[in-house]
């Protein structure tokens, strides 16, 4: 019996890995502005070190949570968004973003991320003149 709580042990440890969850549309809500997550194209999810996974209907929303946890991004094992045009997770910092205007995101944040090797006009909507590319430290600083 005692050779087995460390192999019980070690399968504890592994199988509590700190990963992702899909986001369930419709069904699951933001943890800021507890609204349902209905569009892909601007949802975020962020993974603690223990596993806990807390899912966002808009990039704002989820600068504004880390910010009013407290918490650094040393504290999450994944931050994650969206990217606009294929609708799949992406690491913030293998993103850029762009905030315009004619972004309608659901909380108004008016920005939406895409890939590092993307530029805007890949995207499907009309973008402005005035429109501001940002990496995700700079977006951070605006929310």
């Known amino acids: 019996m005692k050779s087995l709580i460390p192999v019980l042990l070690i399968y504890c440890l592994i199988s509590c890995k700190a990963e992702p969850q899909p986001i369930n549309y419709g069904k699951d809500y933001c943890q800021f502005c507890k609204m349902t997550i209905m569009e892909p194209e601007f949802a975020g ?5 223990k596993s806990k ?3 966002f209907d808009d990039i704002s929303c989820l600068i504004k949570y880390i910010k009013m946890d407290n918490n650094s991004e040393a504290d999450y094992s994944h931050i994650l968004i969206n990217e606009f045009t294929s609708k799949t997770f992406i690491p913030v910092k293998e993103a ?3 905030k315009d205007e004619n972004i309608k995101s659901p909380m108004g944040g008016q920005t939406a ?3 590092v090797n993307n530029s805007r006009e890949t995207m499907p909507i009309q973008i402005g003149n005035e429109a501001k590319e940002l990496n995700w430290n700079e977006l951070k ?3």
Do not use: M, S
């Not at 999810?45 to 070190?49: A, D, G, K, N, S």
């Open 45 to 49: 999810e962020l993974v603690t070190q």
């Open 53 to 55: 996974v807390f899912k």
């Open 96 to 98: 850029h973003f762009i």
């Open 113 to 115: 991320a895409i890939q």
């Open 141 to 143: 600083n605006l929310f």
